[in-house]
């Protein structure tokens, strides 16, 4: 993953759907709130094959708890993918969730410090920026080539697509009955131990 996600953006409008106004903490170490919601996706989040799409919603379902040097926030987020099979190219849509555990530190304070090199976020202000959180969530949970399968189908949703590990390669492993015994003889069965001759 890259450090990228780390810089702050400045200048993000506080209503951005992502954007979580944390004043409410007051600061204080202890305090805790609960963020249980629906936002819409202001950007795609994952790759061509597998993503949620923007304006797609996604729920939050999580608790925000002010610490000494910022905000740590754990919780469940989940929506709704678009899914491209990477096998049969059939698309569907699948439900996926990550589970967040992510560590906002206040500018200024000493984790903010080991943000550069730390899985350590910052905070804007007051302001908790949940998207490059999620970027990265889902990033990781996302499979580089998903297929039907992957997402608890039974097959491919292209019925017309060829299975892919093929039956006929397990198949080609073994030999036809018929020609065992021709086998044998040229040595292409158990040969191995008449090598020493
Ligand atoms: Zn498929």
Not at 152 to 165: I, M, Q
Request: charged share 25%; glycine share 10%; aromatic share 4%.
């Amino acid at each position: 993953m890259s450090t990228t996600s780390h810089t702050p953006r400045h200048g993000r409008p506080a209503d951005d759907s992502l954007v979580l106004d944390t004043r409410s903490l007051g600061r204080t170490p202890g305090a805790v709130s609960q963020v249980t919601r629906t936002e819409r996706l202001p950007e795609a989040i994952g790759v061509e094959l597998i993503r949620l799409p923007a304006g797609s919603e996604v729920s939050l379902d999580l608790l925000l708890t002010c610490v000494e040097e910022g905000v740590l926030v754990t919780g469940h987020v989940s929506g709704a993918a678009s899914v491209e099979c990477a096998r049969c190219l059939g698309e569907f849509t699948a439900p996926v969730e990550v589970e967040l555990t992510e560590m906002y530190a206040y500018p200024g304070a000493a984790a903010a410090d080991a943000a550069e090199s730390d899985d350590v976020r910052l905070l804007d202000g007051d302001l908790l920026d949940l998207e490059p959180a999620l970027v990265d969530a889902f990033g990781l949970d996302f499979p580089l080539a998903p297929t039907c399968t992957d997402y608890g189908r039974e097959e491919c949703v292209d019925p017309a697509t060829p299975r892919p590990d093929g039956v006929s390669g397990e198949e080609g492993d073994r030999i036809d009955p018929r020609w065992a015994g021709l086998a044998e003889k040229f040595g292409m069965g158990d040969a191995a131990g008449e090598d020493r001759g």
